[in-house]
């Protein structure tokens, strides 16, 4: 098979999947990055009794935070370690959705990751023993880049594995104003 | 080249739409008017069956008012002349949010309440003006819990016997409680968080036994339904609804009626090799039981994972259902609804148990609103499918072959790893999910609450890690065709043919109560709960909730000698889980598949968690 006509016939089959769906989605590009929920080095959420200093970011952020490789990798993680079972494609369901702008953790890379390594006691599972350091980050990595905290260039445009959808990135936001859209 | 793909995407898209009203965006359906579809039977009809339905005493004191499931109140103060007039007699606020799926207890001037996690028990003074709270229990269960239930963090509810209070805990266990003093009796650990395990259903109290099933088909875990002792909490039995026939305990008594469900083993040859030790079968829905013959009925949930291809096989003894003898757990019969299960078609819907006309005399029969998207009646002695009708619109399937038992295949709809099918009807949750129907032996009809939900399903490979899912599909749900999320169905069960519907725009997620003033009441996901006239279905009366509805409403006998009607208001579970689980909706794959079907709920409705007692003024 020639690499031309395969990649006919998988713009073919990316169309009819397309089309397949009929009217009910609307395709836009990719939406906005959001704003920066929370600015590198510091963390919001948590209060430092008596004018402390926050703890300074981990220098292991500059490594994966952005890093297209890292982000990539993170996302094939997320559909192998079952992520997406709980948080689906960034949207959540048993988990909360990632791609929204709460954090109840944190949302720096090092406190995402954090999250990831030590569990949460609402139900995440701690996935220090399972997984590497170095998968756990690439993972953060993913995880934050679906709130579209890192910059644009650094997110592929494809999603791994199969959706039923369109990919996430470029799903509509539908009829309702969506909180993390809402103020900007 | 171009111009070829063109054309051909043409042809796709024409023949996609043009095959389908569901693509088409319909403006959601009058949500009141019913559609009078057949006259109403005249003469004999169905009756319950007589010794799991006794007399009512007013109280309230299992989810399905009687053994027998019929959710039927024989008070019959409030009619369609005056239900007008009903008006709120009392509130509590249940301090949960999650989604509130069980109905209020009433035991004797006393009203229980089980929340959803933390699976509070309240007991409320009903003798007293505003019925104050008398005491609360608090089991505490694991909060990691949380992470492991599919589908928000319900609790279909408690059960009163014998001055305990039964109920089951997120974590995994039952608590009998003593119903005077809120004191515990006895707990038992049943289920595993580790492996996935929760509970969720609401356990059957009878014959001196606590029956109480997991929940976890999406989590790869091994389902089971168990007897604890009642005075005890002592486990009695235990029985696998996989595996080998041991574990199953299936025996010398095991006679299923269809050729299709015979044989050694089956629970471990319907698999691939050990498939079946993470192949689900849980058992979160409804138990009945008989006190005549001694025989407990449940329907048994999905096998795992979702993507079909990981399991091939009849996947026993999953998606159907089992008769066994309560004191001893054997099985006595089963019947599988679905073998192959392709669509997460759980088959734990309500048993209904009934005597219908047969010849000079009465059949003891079940009924059954499947999710899969057919009413069975089948004879309750031996599995037997009598007949077989869809209650609503169903493409997956073609039918049901009342010679083998077996369900038709629509082989257009069967799944495959690496492509998404697309136009199933029904959904994942069924034509109908758990949310029970209820019968009037008044009309002889069935009131079915119930989904118009199609979806589209992408199979990938599943990976098994113990404690996280193992579901294996993208799934995307909207309506079905005519553009309505939901209906509540009148069911003539003998002549097998709707009566009566009302449309609903969202999906109908709450039980139905019957009453015998000739009354329905159901809720809607968006907060309204109404009474419909129980043989036209004309809506006479309705109340807006500060929540959604997906609570059991219950009638009962206040201390005053009145009718009451209560129902806690509290949106979530699977269908609402976009709203308690503050999802974003840009993702039509969150919930799985759910969110994308109810995209416009969080601006219908808001958590919460709140009792609503209604009753006519003096």
């Known amino acids: 098979m020639s690499s031309r006509f395969r990649a006919s016939v998988l713009a073919f089959a990316m169309a009819a999947l397309t089309l397949g769906a009929c009217d009910r989605e609307e395709h836009h590009d990719r939406a906005k990055p959001l704003g920066e929920t929370v600015p590198a080095g510091q963390s919001p959420d948590t209060i430092w009794p008596g004018g402390s200093s926050p703890s300074p970011l981990d220098p292991r952020a500059k490594l994966y935070d952005n890093n297209a490789p890292a982000i990539a990798e993170g996302q094939q993680l997320f559909s192998q370690m079952n992520c997406v079972g709980c948080h689906s494609h960034g949207g959540g369901g048993m988990g909360p959705a990632l791609m929204d702008d709460e954090w109840r953790y944190g949302g720096r890379i090092d406190q995402i990751a954090a999250s990831i390594a030590e569990g949460r006691p609402n139900g995440m599972p701690a996935w220090k023993t399972k997984l590497t350091s170095d998968q756990i980050w690439k993972l953060a990595a993913y995880v934050r880049s679906l709130s579209g905290l890192p910059s644009k260039d650094a997110v592929s445009s494809r999603s791994e594995g199969m959706s039923s959808g369109t990919p996430q990135t470029l799903v509509s936001h539908g009829n309702i104003k969506n909180s993390d859209t809402a103020e900007q | ?618």
């Open chain 2, 1 to 618: 080249m171009r111009r070829v793909h063109t054309a051909l995407l043409t042809i796709i898209a024409v023949v996609g739409c043009a095959g389908l009203q569901a693509c088409k965006k319909s403006e959601p359906a009058s949500t009141t008017a019913p559609i009078q579809t057949a006259p109403l039977p005249n003469g004999a009809h169905a009756i319950p069956a007589a010794a799991a339905s006794p007399a009512d005493d007013g109280n309230w004191v299992m989810p399905g008012k009687d053994y027998a499931g019929t959710r039927y109140s024989a008070l019959n103060q409030i009619t369609p002349a005056n239900v007008s007039k009903l008006a709120l007699s009392f509130t509590f606020s249940t301090a949960t949010t999650k989604g509130y799926e069980a109905p209020p207890l009433v035991v004797n001037g006393t009203m229980y309440l089980i929340t959803p996690y933390p699976n509070l028990l309240y007991a409320l003074d009903l003798t007293k003006p505003g019925a104050p709270t008398k005491w609360v229990f608090k089991p505490k269960p694991l909060a990691a819990s949380q992470g492991v239930a599919c589908c928000d963090v319900v609790n279909r509810g408690a059960v009163y016997d014998a001055g305990k209070i039964f109920f089951n805990t997120l974590d995994g266990q039952t608590f009998a409680v003593d119903a005077n003093t809120g004191q515990q009796v006895w707990s038992t650990q049943l289920g595993d968080i580790q492996k996935g395990e929760t509970i969720t259903m609401a356990p059957l109290v009878a014959g001196g036994k606590v029956l109480v099933g997991d929940s976890g088909g999406e989590m790869g875990v091994r389902g089971w339904i168990a007897a604890l002792d009642e005075g005890s909490g002592k486990l009695a039995w235990r029985a696998f609804n996989t595996g080998p026939d041991k574990d199953v305990l299936i025996g010398p008594r095991f006679k299923p009626f269809y050729p299709m469900d015979q044989g050694k083993d089956l629970g471990v040859k319907t698999w691939p090799p050990d498939a079946w030790k993470i192949g689900g079968g849980t058992v979160w829905g409804w138990l009945s039981y008989d006190p005549e013959t001694k025989l407990i009925y449940y329907g048994v949930g999905n096998p795992g994972p979702w993507n079909p291809d990981q399991r091939p096989g009849a996947n026993k003894w999953t998606t159907g259902v089992f008769a066994r003898d309560i004191n001893t757990g054997e099985a006595v019969w089963y019947y599988q609804t679905t073998p192959h299960d392709l669509f997460d078609h759980d088959d734990i819907n309500e048993i209904i148990l009934a005597d219908i006309p047969w010849g000079n005399g009465r059949r003891p029969v079940m009924f059954r609103p499947a999710r899969a998207g057919f009413f069975y009646v089948q004879d309750r002695r031996t599995g037997q499918v009598l007949s077989a009708a869809p209650y609503g619109f169903v493409n997956a399937y073609k039918g049901v072959d009342l010679k083998t038992g077996e369900i038709i295949p629509n082989d257009d709809k069967n799944p495959k790893q690496g492509r998404v099918t697309r136009d199933i009807c029904p959904a994942a949750p069924g034509l109908k999910d758990w949310n029970p129907s209820a019968f009037s032996p008044q009309t002889g009809l069935v009131y079915i609450p119930h989904n118009n939900l199609c979806m589209d399903f992408g199979a990938m490979e599943a990976n098994y890690i113990a404690g996280t899912p193992y579901v294996g599909a993208d799934v995307k749900m909207y309506a079905g065709p005519g553009g309505n999320r939901g209906a509540f169905t009148a069911w003539d069960p003998l002549n097998r043919r709707k009566v009566w519907e009302i449309k609903e725009d969202l999906p109908v997620w709450s039980p139905a109560l019957a009453t015998a003033g000739g009354l329905v009441f159901y809720g809607t996901m968006d907060g309204w709960f109404k009474a419909v006239d129980a043989r036209t279905g004309k809506l006479l009366w309705q109340f807006k909730a500060g929540s959604g509805i997906i609570g059991q409403p219950i009638s009962y006998r206040g201390p005053d000698g009145r009718q009451y009607i209560a129902v806690v208001a509290g949106v979530g579970g699977w269908a609402g889980a976009v709203v308690v689980g503050k999802m974003d909706t840009r993702d039509p794959t969150g919930a799985l598949g759910f969110a994308n079907a109810v995209k416009d709920l969080p601006m219908k409705t808001t958590a919460g968690g709140m009792l609503y007692v209604f009753t006519l003024p003096r």
